[in-house]
């Protein structure tokens, strides 16, 4: 008997025509690095008394269908999550160097059909309604460069066989932290130990009464942009940006070449005022939780460019 393995798992992802129905075709298999994508449904003890001490039998509550995924940030498959995420990119340039420019804000996002294979037992998971909740990352010196994918999905749907077909495959091809770069307001943003950013949509999961237990929808709200700067305290360039209240630009970038390059700007980010503490003879150093807002120059609160040889998304 064939016992699962991570190493053997698969996942594949399309994008849905009708929201909640798999599409026939059309899916790609996705590099990932975990997932607890899947359905739960928790029973309810029983309230009932004159029984005995013993209790009754449990019922079963509402299905819940969501779970993260880790992906690598790379140069091609990325630009599917990011769509996921923000809608429809506007796509530019000629064969073979495309630019493909994601903006916030959009009030359509679009559903995914994902597929998480277990072939050994075999278990092939079909989730559809997957719609992009939070998409997160995180800057360091070294080590591998990846996103976190929050989703809220619709349904589960279990079977012994694939139903993605033969997925397209991605030109993988990773960015890392020795490609990444910050920027402030153009220029280069020096003493940075780590930085870390989230994009939320804050979706409202449409929790109407059905006979199946699924949602109807999950429409997105007001979004958010924040994130976490740890520097080490050279100078208050960032101290005085807090203590005025006023916005800086943050510009985050990871670039392989002039034509392979993933760009993230935060148009207008505003600043705390954070504790400096001395926790011995090391050096100092200085977080700051940002949060970025609509600019009203740039027409939206944050920008991504992803620079690279796919024709469209």
Same mark, same amino acid.
């Given at each position: 008997?064939?016992?699962? !393995? ?6 594949? %992802?399309?994008?849905?025509? *009708? ?32 029984? &005995? ?5 449990? +019922? ?33 340039? *000629? ?32 989730? *559809? ?31 012994? *066989? ?10 993988? !091809? ?11 307001? &153009? %220029? ?20 109407? +009464? ?11 709200? +007001? ?36 034509? !392979?390059?993933?760009?993230?700007? %935060? ?11 001395? !926790? ?5 150093? %200085? ?27």
């Amino acid at each position: 008997m064939a016992r699962a !393995q991570g190493a053997r798992s698969q996942l594949a %992802a399309a994008f849905e025509t *009708t929201y909640g129905t798999a599409p026939a075709g059309g899916f790609f298999q996705m590099p990932f690095a975990s997932a607890s994508l899947g359905a739960e449904q928790p029973l309810i003890e029983s309230e009932l008394l004159g029984y &005995g001490r013993d209790p009754l039998p449990p +019922i079963k509550d509402a299905v819940t269908v969501d779970g993260e995924i880790e992906v690598p940030v790379d140069l091609e498959a990325i630009g599917f999550w990011l769509k996921a995420a923000f809608g429809d990119p506007t796509t530019t340039g *000629t064969s073979p160097d495309y630019t493909h420019t994601f903006t916030s804000g959009s009030w359509s996002l679009p559903s995914m059909s994902i597929e998480v294979g277990m072939p050994e037992v075999p278990r092939f998971a079909m989730y *559809t309604g997957c719609v992009l909740d939070r998409l997160g990352m995180r800057m360091e010196r070294s080590g591998l460069l990846t996103a976190t994918v929050g989703l809220v999905a619709q349904g589960e749907a279990v079977a012994a *066989t694939s139903q993605a077909g033969t997925p397209s495959a991605w030109n993988l !091809q990773r960015f890392g932290h020795f490609n990444g770069a910050i920027m402030r307001d &153009g %220029a280069a943003l020096g003493n940075v130990v780590s930085a870390e950013f989230a994009y939320a949509n804050n979706l409202d999961r449409i929790e109407t +009464i059905r006979n199946d237990g699924r949602i109807d929808g999950a429409d997105p709200s +007001i979004a958010a942009l924040t994130g976490r700067i740890d520097v080490r305290f050279a100078d208050t360039t960032l101290m005085d940006q807090a203590l005025n209240g006023t916005a800086a630009e943050l510009e985050f970038s990871w670039t392989l070449s002039p034509a !392979q390059s993933l760009t993230i700007t %935060a148009h207008a980010v505003y600043l705390p005022r954070p504790r400096v503490e001395i !926790q011995g003879p090391q050096g100092i150093q %200085a977080s700051f939780e940002w949060q970025a807002a609509y600019d009203s120059a740039a027409g939206q609160m944050c920008t991504v460019v992803l620079n690279n040889q796919v024709a469209g998304y």
